[in-house]
């Protein structure tokens, strides 16, 4: 018996397993397609993805409107992110910041004409812009602090002065004007006083005040620093203003820094109330009861002093 060879062996063996199946390329495709996961969506809706074309075949582009119920999800490409440093930034607030402020320094609707002036009667608002200076001015270059000091310094007879600056070019000035009580004449001088004291230059017509003439000044009121402002205490007006209605007519009050407050009497003498401003009423009392007492004896004195109520006195040629 002959034994086969393992060429005939082999031979045998590939003849049993038949001919070797070749893949097509559709079936290549399909196996591709086949491999291809589905696209999953919001609401569980599966779609198969669309089998690919040939490479010869050119691809074209569609816009397809998916419905909002359909609950599909649809990625748009992503904005760039832009990165602004801190230095461009500053830069831009800042030149922002000049400009703004620019505007501001020269647009004429913040530019003041005139101050409005309230509750002046003698002193007119052409006087107070005068002093002010703010025509032309930027509404925001003003101090109404400074503005008030420039007012008190110039116009003494203004009391509670109030600058009100306002947007977008408004300045309003608010101030009562001191009441004179007293002309004071000093050096041939005149100035007006009020029921405090204070001093300040005339200005219109006032009548009824009572004319004092000076000899000198009177002492410095203790802890006023300028007396400028404030010439005689509260107490002091108040005795002139006791005094004067006392006084012969046409004869003003006197005063004088040593033997203080008086008149010279058209019969022929000059009378002193003294310096302290306190019982003027009992000093007229006392100089009436000396004039009748003197007058019933015959005789005329030139000078009857009532500086010291306790110790009046008077003096002949």
């Known amino acids: 018996m002959t034994t086969p ?19 097509t390329a559709a079936q290549r495709r399909t196996t591709a397609s086949r491999a291809m996961p589905p696209m999953v969506t919001r609401r569980g809706v599966m779609t198969p993805a669309p089998a690919q074309r040939r490479r010869s075949e050119a691809r074209r582009r569609y816009n397809v409107a998916l ?28 030149a922002a910041l000049s400009w703004a ?23 007119n608002a052409d006087e107070v812009n005068t002093v002010l200076k703010v025509s032309g001015a930027s509404v925001f270059t003003l101090d109404p602090a400074e503005l008030e000091a420039r007012l008190q310094a110039a116009f003494p007879e203004l009391q509670g002065i ?30 007006w006083v009020d029921s405090s004291g204070y001093s300040f230059l005339p200005r219109g017509q006032v ?71 306190t019982d003027m009423a009992q000093r007229l ?5 000396i004039v009748k007492e003197l007058k019933a004896q015959g005789i005329k004195p030139t000078l009857i002093s009532v500086e010291f109520l306790h110790a009046p006195y008077y003096r002949e040629d």
């Open 162 to 191: 109030r600058v009100r600056v306002g947007l977008p070019a408004k300045v309003v000035v608010e101030a009562a004007e001191r009441a004179p009580v007293i002309a004071w004449e000093h050096e041939g001088i005149q100035t």
């Open 5 to 23: 060879r393992r060429s005939d062996r082999v031979r045998s063996r590939r003849s049993d397993r038949g001919p070797a199946k070749k893949q």
């Open 207 to 277: 009548d009824g005040l009572v004319p004092v003439v000076a000899h000198g000044l009177p002492a410095p009121i203790a802890g006023q620093a300028d007396q400028s402002q404030q010439l005689l205490t509260p107490q002091m007006v108040k005795a002139i203003l006791t005094l004067a209605p006392s006084a012969p007519e046409g004869a003003p009050l006197v005063f004088d820094p040593e033997h203080g407050l008086g008149w010279a009497d058209p019969r022929g003498w000059q009378v002193y109330f003294g310096l302290a401003p």
């Open 101 to 123: 402020l620019y505007m501001l320094w020269t647009a004429p609707q913040f530019h003041v004409s005139a101050a409005e002036v309230v509750g002046l009667a003698r002193l």
């Open 285 to 289: 009392a006392v100089y009436q009861a």
């Open 67 to 94: 419905p909002m119920a359909a609950g599909g999800q649809v990625r748009l490409p992503a904005m760039p992110q832009v990165r602004v440093g801190w230095r461009l930034l500053s830069f831009v607030l800042t």
